[in-house]
């Protein structure tokens, strides 16, 4: 069994930062991919950023150059360093353990979620 929580979030105004912090236990991160996804109100849940197993990294095309996905193995924290933040990046932000990489349906367990609100 795996367990994640994550941390970080908060309200910060456009254009500000936030890192988000996912502390997993239960398993270490080797063999498996670990991910950022978000939902905000009225929408599907969409990915945000992966780390593979084969320590690829993936943005999705909305975060590539404002995000920053990296996780700390001895500490089994996987990160999310969010810059130039939008009030469109406003959402519930999930961590997400498993052996995918973009598709929600690869991960076998979720975070209980952190808010990030960008007020403009």
């Known amino acids: 069994q795996v367990q994640l929580v994550e941390s970080g979030g908060g309200l910060v105004q456009a254009g500000g930062s936030l890192r988000l912090s996912c502390a997993a236990s239960?398993?270490?991160?080797?063999?498996?991919?670990m991910g950022w996804f978000r939902q905000a109100p009225g929408k599907e849940r969409e990915f945000v950023a992966t780390?593979?197993?084969?320590?690829?990294?993936y943005y999705a095309d909305s975060v590539k150059g404002r995000f920053t996905i990296s996780r700390d193995t001895a500490k089994n924290t996987l990160y999310l360093h969010m810059n130039s933040l939008k009030p469109e990046d406003t959402a519930v932000y999930y961590c997400?353990?498993?052996?995918?990489?973009?598709?929600?349906?690869?991960?076998?367990?979720w975070g209980q979620g952190t808010q990030v609100t960008v007020s403009s």
């Open positions: 997400a353990f498993g052996g995918g990489r973009d598709s929600s349906a690869d991960y076998n367990y």
């Open positions: 239960g398993r270490t991160f080797s063999g498996y991919s």
């Open positions: 780390i593979t197993w084969r320590n690829t990294i």
